[in-house]
């Protein structure tokens, strides 16, 4: 701890020693002066003389020891303060008044400082815990560029590890480029260290009144390829379901028949057999027709065409497809708009919700006569919401609806959705199934077109 003096000026408490000396030599003379004038002996003359200056002496040096003691007291809790320590508090049970009134100021100020620290250092806590565990690289450096941080994303995605780049300049893995691109923005970059690109973004921040940047950076390469792989185990999951459902009884019926005619005798088939054999061709013909059929709606799906766009009136559109579902009531609610669109194709995706919707009547719980089925045109900013809404069951299981040939029908093929979402997409619009939160309705398709 460091005491510092201006030059030539007295320590506070040793100006307090000089004005309790200054006092005490005025009192010591008008007693000298009565002790003398006095009729006593010498000898007491002297002892009391004696008596009345060291007691006015010892005073004095009371007085600054009492003084240093307190402040050198209140000196080190704030010099504990200023290192951090706040569990130290000034002893308030001997002291009254303005000393009391100022170790309370300086017990309540500990106390402040304490819990903000706690909370300032459980915040740290998760703030460290949300760094380690995200996704994005995070990369901080300092106003000489030096690297000051690295999360464990980073580590990975430079493989390297923070201990061996601490201080290092951001060179030193490639992100000199950031510094070319203001705050903010979203740039991509081509790191040495890796073939694929990356997304960059970076923002500063304050530390010790000096600008620190910190860095964002997120592998899209690694995204696309996980949801490329995803795609390709969903779709790989659908073909081995279907191409199984078709081969196993077809392997398992000519296994049959196989051994059926191999044990009859040459020249000779019996009538048995031959019914046997009859009904295995019929069953072997009926999944060769389905597998057929399967890949005939995908190559539906995977071929789908570019949209050929005019501008077309979304009233003429709907009108010409229900007038293929004649045993269907139609309710057709808000204006018609015009929607630059492929005529053909969005009339398919009409035929597919609106078949939907007509089967989840027929099947609903609640029968009746007619199948009735709303479809209401709603303008959302940008966007031509036309939405069929049926009196069927809703939806069984939300999760899978999009996915190709998941279907829970027995005669369903799966890809009417999907389909229709792929070729809305290609629109730049989109397609939600939901269930409706109004209790008359089932299940609302909901057909996004960008509006002219
Ligand atoms: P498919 O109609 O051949 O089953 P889709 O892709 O059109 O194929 O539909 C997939 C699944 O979505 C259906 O099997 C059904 O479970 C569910 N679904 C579609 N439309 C509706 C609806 N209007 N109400 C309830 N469920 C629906």
Redesign the pocket.
Known sequence: MKYILSSGKLAFEDKLVRIALIGSVFTFCVATYFVLASSVSIYLKILLLLGIFTSLIAMVFYIRYEVTFQLRTSTNLVDAMASGDFSLRANNREVKGALADFNNLLNGLADRLAQQSLISKEQQVLIFKIISQIDVAIVACNQHKAITLMNPAAEALFDTNFEEKQAWPVDSIGLQAVFDHRPSEVFSLDLPQKSSKVLVRTDTYLEGGQIQTIIFITDIQQVLREEERSAWQKLLRVLSHEINNSLAPIASIAETLSSLTSNAKVGEIRDDIHEHLNNGLQVINERAHNLNHFIQDYQQLAKLPEPNKSVTSIYKVINDVIGLFEGCEFTLKGRDLEVFADNEQIQQVLV?LIK??D??NRASSIKSSVSEIEIELIQLNAMLSIEIK?H?N???NTEN?FIPF????KK???????LSRQILRNHGGELY?INSDDETF??V?KMHLPST
Request: hydrophobic fraction near 35%; avoid cysteine; charged fraction near 10%.
């Open positions: 597919n939907n919707a089967e989840a049926d069927g809703g939806i069984q609806l998941y279907t829970t029908k369903g093929s799966g890809i009417g959705l999907s199934l089932g299940a398709a």
